[in-house]
């Protein structure tokens, strides 16, 4: 099923309106899958793109299966796997040029073995391996990551002590890489961890948060717990946040600069508020040269943020890093989001309409504007730009909140639902290099029976991306195309 692009247009000539809608339906196209029923407790995942057909894995607890659909999404081909296990966890699905790999765990004789297994783009088998097997720990928290390139896994968790484990997996050998055991000093994972990556050689990073409070904000500092793939040793190194107290960050593996990269939020006096941006860079070869650099947020854009006239050093609250796009040059860019969740009493305390809550409490969503800050390699602003936004919604974790991104060479486009409700307005933005941007309407809803998950959404070429749509029990995928 095919659905066109809505514009609006200023009142021109007839003809000229009709030369527009005949170019811009060409320009964009979206495809509507046949549906395929869910249910509450299923997973499902985007493969992707192989052979030019589609693939998406659904997990209905005892029974795995993957779907095949074609260029014009309809459904081509499915079939069931088979693991070693019939109550076997799928961790990831990892797609590669001409394969994919499906990561999984299960219980045997009193140990965990965690697997990697091959399929071809017809999801034959072709081959597998045993990434690590264990006796089971308490927290039983097992977490993986991918490389940029999707060559690498690295594997992670902690058991009672705070120790941690990880394992470094190369899917184009199907082999170890190498396993580490780490304890650091006075740890506590969920208090402590902050982000785990893996860069394409295989070098691996834990990243921990420490003093990250106002007594001890002149310590404050992130550590870096580290596996130096070349050299085969373990690396321990500090990054100082020079009196500030960091609200988010993120950290990304800067492969083309062979660098480690973190952008976030700081704050200067009242933790919760945001005064400014951070950025910095880590060369893990020479990790006690690294740069940070901190820019205090304008009042001319604070007061755009809050909608009001400020006082001297106001701050803003509510609002988290979603991503960060990098650049060539070694700069990025940094996509917060102002968002923030509320639970409140409920009147009814009928878990049927609330049912993945406490009985007796409501959840409210609220996702709001995008915040676009653009940062040279020397730390300076090169531009910052607002998105506006308002999404709401009830009880439903937000999964049809936020945006999806898709990159191209010359643009990047954030496409999200107008409002969170079946019947909507599909929005997108689309940013230029230098900050520019402009909002349009590519699609409405109204009729179409669908309703957009946008975090759930995969690009699969500069032009064309993938989402998947809920409603009704009913899973559908949704394919746009440039």
Known sequence: MKIKSTFRFMKISATIILLLFAFLSIGQEVRVSEELSVRNDDDY?????LN???LLFKDKGDILKIFSYNQEMEMSWEKKINLESRRARVLEVIPQKDHFTMVYRYFKRGKIYVRAMEFSPEADTMRSSTLISFVPRATNALDLVVSNDKSKIFLYDSDINSKIYATCFDLKTMENLWQIQVKPIEFDF????VQALVDNKGNGFLILERDNKKAKRNTSRFEVLGYDIDLQQQRRYNIGMKGKLWLDVEF???NLNNRLVGAGLFSNKKYGETNGHFYLRINPQNPEDYFIHFSDFDEKFVTSILGKEIKKEVGFGEVSVQELVLRRDGGLLMVAERNKKYTR??????SFYNPDNAIGYQVDYHYNDILLISIHPNGDTHWKELLRKRQFSQD???????????KTRNSLRFLYNDEIKQDTNVNEYIVLGDGQSKRKNILNTDDDDIYLLFREGMQLSSNELIVPSERRGDLRLVKFIY
């Open 45 to 49: 995942r985007i493969i992707g793109k």
């Open 52 to 54: 030019d057909e589609i």
């Open 190 to 193: 969920q208090r402590d961890f």
């Open 252 to 254: 990304q593996v800067d």
């Open 345 to 350: 009493r409920a009147t009814s305390y009928n």
């Open 396 to 406: 439903d974790r937000a999964r049809y909140s936020s945006y999806f991104l898709l």
